[in-house]
């Protein structure tokens, strides 16, 4: 494609900058006490999305960023959440929360996704399914479905920490959504639902018995709920018990339209009773199901799950429950039905006191030797992409050579990437690209918006100078090819460039910078799109082509969200 160059000057953006470090999670290297007391030192708030209106209420989405499939419990005065995370490593994230609205990034509790070969480069949709997070005698535990290889589990004494090694608990494909459940005779349970495009099978939840520490299924599992004829693609299930019932609480309908099922019996193997207890209702929340039943150090009963907002992800919402008749009623039931419809603005949980507001990080100051938690890559890591030294106040991505010549970013594992974080936001960064050897050939740094559609703005250099370019690849998922829209003459090799994404489709105007202060809007608007499972991520990388000689780098100095 023709490649047309600016030479005149768009129009005038002026900005200031402000510098704000990208502040650590809630104290993820200190030890428990015996009450398991954790507090926020140091508290990163967004700047795009707050839910605490800081009035003794909350207004939904409590996170307003694609935490799918989430699972939350309580230790002490703790509550912990976890969520998928598919193809993206670090996987597992780990937030914590001491009021249920407020929450930030702790760690991850799998480092990288097994098999290591397999998840080496992007697998779209693939790895970790719906996890489900428990405590018991005093470990931390996460199973979760991968839905080619089968059930994993992974555990820990102190979720801030390290965790073990995953275990593989059941190999098969299409096992999904596990759930265990250490009944009080000492045996161990875990449900689990089944994935049609693997299993040949859905609508259908199963109950298999486990060996006492968790980590291995002992014998037939018993089908033990049909939701075929009225809650169809029911699936995520997750167990409990209260009092003399075994619960199930589990979505059905799918996920754009569905609601909430909750099943009980007081046989673990049924029958099970079926009832709706939560759905639209009158409210905008459409599919609200999902996710998680915590209970407050107070008495109170919650349920956290998601919405599926499209391009956004999977946003997570909080909703009040009340118990009536040893059912539970999730939301607020209007019309007095037993089946409640999400709340947007409702009371915040009553945890015995008040918690500073706090958000997952966004911003990313690259003056530590790791990472910020909100960083995955696309694939499971390799040292070879980046150099991030202690103090050194940048991060360095090499030009590291993708395996085929024009190869998409879509199948480039080095690309590291974050949620959006609100419906509206800007994502600024400076990058200066370093070309050895002068060879410049094929070698490139950028800031980029993924998704099946996706586009980037780039730094590269040709045989006169160097270049910013706007760079779009529709239908990356069934074989697009990327496309230069526009490039523009840079008088160096640094630059600042910016992304702004706002409205229900996720518009997306580029613009770049070479003094931080007058952007020049470049290119066409990009509507973001979601991929398979997951929403749209902003984020950095850079790449070479193959065949040339090896060398260059980008040093990336801040990455800013406001």
Known sequence: MKIFFIDHRLGLILISLLMIASLPGCNHHQKPSSKNEFTNKSNYVSKVWKSDNEDGTYTNPI????YSDPDVIRVGDDYFMTASSFNSSPALPILHSKDLVNWQIVNHALKRLSPNEFFNIPQHGKGVWAPCIRFHNNEYYIYWGDPDHGVFMVKTTNPFNEWEAPVLVMKGK????????????????MATAWAGSRSGINSVLTIWPLKNDGTEVIGEGKHIFDGHDHHHTIEGPKLYKKGDYYYIFAPAGGVTNGWQTVLRSKNIYGPY????VMAQGTSSTNGPHQGAWVETQTGESWFLHFQDKGVYGRIIHLQPVNWINDWPVIGIDKDNDGCGEPVTVFKKPNVGKTWPVCSPQEDDEFNSDTLGLQWQWAANSN???SVLIRNQGYLRLLAYPKT????????????LLQKFPA????ATTKVKLTLEWEIWQGKKAGLMISGNDYSYLSISKDETGYLISQVVCLDANNGGVEKTIVSARLTKNEVFLRVNVSGPDAECNFSYSEDGENYFPIGITHKAKPELWIGAKVGLFCTAEPGF?????????????N
């Open 63 to 66: 996170i307003h960023a694609d």
């Open 174 to 189: 299409g096992i999904i959504d596990p759930s265990p459940l250490w009944d009080s005779d000492g045996k161990m349970y």
């Open 273 to 276: 009773e079926e009832k709706i």
């Open 383 to 385: 040292l070879k992409w």
């Open 404 to 415: 085929e010549v024009n190869q998409r970013l879509w199948d480039v594992p080095n690309l």
């Open 423 to 426: 419906p509206s936001f800007k």
């Open 549 to 561: 000689r090896m060398g260059g780098y980008a040093d990336f100095d801040w990455f800013v969200i």
